[in-house]
């Protein structure tokens, strides 16, 4: 990659709250290029969100960046930038598209005005300007008959074409960068489907990048080129798509992609990774997925992983990569084993 676009380094954000400090996202780096699109992979209470609200300084107290965190976008700090410069990134130069549409939505103002605002709020431009170039927007996301639907309100459209008036909304100021958190997962597959393809299309078109937070690595291998695992907070793997396709190197990525639906899966057996993600109040000494990891020994326990290099920009946190005939030996994880003896 030439300069990146967007750097994350070192972020930390913690929640300072009365029964501790959850250290939500621990430590994360990552960077994307421009034109990129960068998943972002994990269960929910990895930090994957919190990164995401993070990088547009929507943190809101009891938690907070931690001193030490650094976010540069086009040269600045993001961590350090005041209201006025914050402004002129957020929807601006990056913007969101958030998982639930009709939540993201005003009921009460028809979709055009609500995308022609994004264009009040942040050019300069005449009402009608702003109109015409929300009805353009729309028109780009696939809606069929822009300027009637334009008219029209949230609830008279349905959940996928909802979901467009949010793309076609983050669309509107051009940005070089769009979070995009879960952007299909209130939708039903076959729209799931044709919003991935549209982002794909959209971002061909217009260059711009995209950091694609998700849950499914099915989404992964349809829109991105790398991809970031988070568990506990942190970053656990990162390699090229097709690399960590082809093998993955960390126990939990590899329960990740074990958890995927096969086709030809006997019926009723889905593979799952046992246990939940822990409380960020009281991550687990050495390795923070141990609990629930297969191959776990006492150096898991004793000795926090590094971020271990594993081939080319390929890396990943566990301890596998230094001794890797312990993977001869997988055993029950320490959950299975607690709950085999209830
Ligand atoms: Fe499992 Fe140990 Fe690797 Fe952690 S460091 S993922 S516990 S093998």
New binding site residues.
Partial sequence: MTQPLLSVENLSTWFHTSSGVARSVDGVSFAIGAGETLGIVGESGCGKSVTALSILRLIQPPGRIEAGSRIMFEGKDIVTLDDKGMRGIRGNRISMIFQEPMSALNPVFTVGDQVAEVARVHGNGSRQDAWNRAVEMLSLTGIPSPEERAKQYPHQLSGGMRQRVLIAMALMMTPALIIADEPTTALDVTIQAQILELLVELQNRLGTSILMITHDLGVIAETASRVVVMYGGEV?EEAEVKTLFAGAH???TEGLMNAMPQITASRGRLNVIPGTVPSPTEWPS????????????E???R?H?PLYQISGSHT??????VEPE??AHPHLPLVEQANATV
């Fill in positions: 656990v960390h126990p939990y050495g390795c923070r997925f141990r609990d629930r990891c297969s191959y776990a020994w150096r898991c326990e000795e992983p990943s946190r566990c301890h596998l990569a312990r993977r």
